[in-house]
């Protein structure tokens, strides 16, 4: 394809106002948007950290159920490598930052100043040339004028050497025209191949980001979509732990309050503080009331000796242990308000209240017992209170004191004779015993019934 040396030289003209014109603008807005584009990319990445740091916290929501604690762990690994991939990204885009987009902008500043100065040399060494060449066709036009007169051989040789510079000139002009179109399209060219040649080592490196990144995601992933597979599935352990719910259990029923109180205040594990060492003060007026509290316990042994069997063939003692352990210990009400003081081991009370006794022993004028109504133990003396008469179960029989306080006064004054204590056993709890008087007495050949083994029964327990 020839051109003439004019169209050649616009095509020259044409390619700088091109470089600087529109390639230098555009370099411009391309640096502008890369770095828009590495600020989208970064805030995305953060976004992605973010979003996968929740994740994260829902798989260790997961980890601590039975069912799904592996598919916990499965998200806790799926935010972990998610965020290795974002982590890859930024960096990637750190590089197209440093490698691509400020050197575009570096070269762009560079290259506008550059193009400018080009382009005016180039336009003012064309310009000189083509004011040489129109001279020197000017001075040739003079010439041949002046030789078309009488001596026109005189000016023949200077007219030949005229059109020798004028060719001269004319290939010079074509040959600088030639050049400078030539140096106008690489100056074009090589733009563009920097701005290729970045764009593929960018491309390389987005290129080893996503196979690093195919790679850590690829090589756990079938595992993580075989945990998922069967939503159904329950692990092992929950199978055995809903199993062992479906097995029948034996429920034990709960005591009642009133048979852990009296397990507590029948139980043998008490043990109280020491009594004090001082002998109890003895009220003087507690003649006016009627001491009924027990001074010494039951002897074991002598009642070791009327245990004999019931009914179905069991031992007195156990026919009525149940009832032992559903009773409770003799109960006393106070007649004088005390006061502990210091001395942690003494039991303050008001007049009128109610003590149930742990310990039936006195022990030098002290009794041991708890305050009904606010459970605090300890001594008290013996003179300040009297046998609480009320039954401690609506359904039950008469305690021995409370027996003891309605007797009738001529039996009082046997009983007064009596140097040994009066041992009674138990009150039996049967339905049969509710309409017989029970009467204490001390027991005698005479009123024991013989069992066929030898053993002798109290009358009323028959």
């Not at 890859?88 to 560079?110: A, P, W, Y």
């Not at 992933?221 to 719910?245: E, F, H, R, Y």
């Not at 003494?346 to 459970?375: C, K, M, V």
Request: hydrophobic share 30%.
């Amino acid at each position: 394809m020839s051109r003439t040396p004019e169209d050649v030289n616009k095509l020259t003209e044409s390619t700088y106002k091109n470089v600087m014109e529109q390639f230098n603008p555009g370099l411009r807005n391309l640096v502008n948007l890369g770095k828009s584009y590495e600020k989208a990319v970064t805030a995305m990445t953060f976004a992605g950290k973010a979003y996968f740091d929740a994740v994260s916290k829902i798989g260790e929501n997961a980890a601590v159920s039975p069912v799904s604690r592996e598919l916990g762990v499965v998200l806790m690994e799926i935010s972990e490598v998610h965020k290795k991939v974002q982590l890859e990204l930024e960096e990637t885009f750190k590089r197209f930052n440093r490698e691509l987009i400020t050197e575009l902008e570096r070269k762009t500043d560079m290259d506008i100043k550059y193009m400018n100065a080009t382009f005016k040399r180039y336009q003012s060494e064309h310009k000189l040339k083509q004011d040489f060449l129109d001279k020197s066709q000017a001075d040739l036009k003079k010439l041949r004028r002046k030789s078309q007169g009488k001596h026109s051989s005189k000016y023949e040789i200077k007219e030949n050497e005229c059109v020798e510079t004028i060719s001269s000139r004319q290939t010079d002009m074509q040959s600088f025209i030639a050049e400078g179109c030539k140096e106008a399209l690489l100056e074009e060219k090589r733009r563009f191949c920097f701005l290729v040649e970045k764009h593929c080592a960018f491309t390389y490196q987005l290129t080893a980001f996503h196979d690093k990144a195919k790679e850590m995601l690829t090589v756990t992933l079938p595992s993580w979509q075989d945990k998922c597979t069967d939503a159904t599935q329950v692990p092992d352990t929950v199978i055995s732990m809903i199993d062992g719910l479906r097995t029948p259990m034996s429920v034990i029923p709960e005591s009642s309050p009133t048979l852990e109180h009296s397990d507590r205040t029948n139980s043998g594990s008490i043990v109280p503080p020491p009594a004090p060492s001082l002998k109890a003060h003895t009220s003087p007026l507690a003649s006016m009331f009627s001491q009924d509290v027990p001074k010494r316990p039951i002897s074991s042994e002598l009642y070791s000796d009327q245990e004999s069997l019931d009914g179905n063939g069991l031992s007195r003692s156990e026919s009525v242990s149940s009832g032992m352990d559903m009773a409770k210990k003799t109960r006393v009400q106070t007649i004088f308000p005390h006061t502990s003081g210091n001395n942690e081991t003494l039991l303050s009370f008001d007049d009128g209240d109610i003590i149930t006794l742990l310990i039936q022993e006195e022990r030098d004028g002290w009794l041991y017992g708890e305050l009904e109504h606010t459970g605090q133990r300890g001594w008290f003396p013996s003179s300040y209170c009297r046998a609480y008469n009320e039954p401690l179960i609506a359904n039950r029989v008469e305690s021995p004191l409370h027996s003891q306080s309605v007797t009738d006064p001529e039996q009082q004054e046997e009983d007064e004779e009596v140097e040994e204590p009066v041992l009674l056993p138990p009150p039996d709890y049967s339905d049969s015993s509710r309409d017989r008087p029970i009467k204490p007495s001390t027991p005698s050949p005479q009123n024991m019934a013989s069992l066929p083994n030898g053993h002798l029964v109290p009358p009323f327990l028959g």
